[in-house]
């Protein structure tokens, strides 16, 4: 009996790492995280028994408070459906959260490694540099797979923070050589997509990656990571290619234009989105006007009367805080600063309490994905997309629950190498 029950512990880790490893490995391509709802769903099941029988054993209270907060989520979601009178699909993104605490359960009851995350960013990232390469080569005026090219920016975006921080504990030269691979991959898939957006979450990952693990000099390794960043800024300004590319040649024509109520322009559109979505908040500061309201209140705005223009069919507000406050109102924005902020601070307390000092492994990466994600949101309503709401729940999860699982050989290979670091100068 109890070599069978560990007989089904390990089918139940090879079908969680499987699940682990699909979910970077398929992001980009369409539908590709069927294959991991498939995988995760036997690794659940297969998982329960065993789960059940050692009942005992103490739950976390992380994944206490990652369910809370899923719960809440779906819950304030549900109330803005009810009262607004929409359909069952506008809890299509919001029940996702679920997937956050179901992932971090699987990921710590079956104590599967990070490197099913990590080899799946690597394919992951290579598939997005062909996807956006073959676009390119056919003509396409921003690459985007079979998506929009804000979200695979954004997919590809998660890929390297995975690929970078899930990494092996060494340093050594084909290491960094892999990880010099793996940031030109992204960074030629994100110009393709010619989101800016991201931009901001990409020099954030360089810049964690940059500022390496080493003490020894750390200081000159972020002025030239500063450098490096100003120099990357001052192309996109002035190399022709790159600044039509990104639009940025037509940026002040776009922030003239709105003064002039032109709106059918990138930055024109969203200081117009903001201004819808603030004028629907002082409506209704505790209810919001409904999760799925946001695009009749576009068509019905000063921009779209008497008008038909690329503007009135836009259904975001293109700001996490603007959409949740919009159609949510207050409560709208206390779960989404939860919905970022439980799974941050768990992310910052598995690396103080593992005193993980090195920027590797699970929890880093988990603290730098939701961070990566607040500052998109900045421009974006990421949580408006079916890929972002998904990549953010079950990349989140599956990496806290990893950090959850008791300290093997491999959390104290990055801790020993954590504290080497902090003692290399010495």
Known sequence: MQGRSHRRQDVARAFAWLSGFSVPALLVVPKGLGAF?????????????????????????????????????????????WGSGADMSALDNPSRALLLPWCAWLAWSTRVRVTSLWYGALAGLALAFTISMAQASLGADRAGGEANPIVFANAVLALLVVGVFCRPPR?????QLLLAALVALAVVAVILSGSRGVLPGL?????????GSEARHRGWRLGATGVAL??????????????AQFRLDQLHADVAGYTQGQVDQPISARLALWSVAW??????????????AFASRVDASIYCRGA?????????AHNDVAQWAATMGVPGVAVLLAFYGVPLATAVFQVRHNRLHAPVGPSWAAGILVAAYMVSGLTQSMFSHALSTSAYVVLVGLLLGMGMAPRDAVGNSIRSIGQAAENGSG
Do not use: K, Q
């Open 279 to 292: 004028d629907a908040f002082r409506e209704a500061p505790f209810t919001g006007v409904g999760i799925e």
């Open 37 to 81: 709802a498939v995988l995760m769903l036997v690794a659940t099941l297969l998982a329960l028994p065993d789960a059940w029988r050692s009942r005992g054993e103490r739950t976390p209270r992380a994944l206490h408070l990652l369910l809370g907060t899923a719960l809440v989520v779906l819950a304030v979601a549900a109330l803005s459906m």
């Open 308 to 316: 038909s223009r690329h503007f009135c069919g836009l259904e975001h």
């Open 203 to 211: 020099g954030l990952v360089v810049l964690m990656l940059l500022a």
């Open 171 to 175: 340093n050594g030269f084909l290491m």
């Open 230 to 243: 100003a120099l990357l800024l001052a192309a996109l300004w002035t190399v022709p290619w790159l600044s």
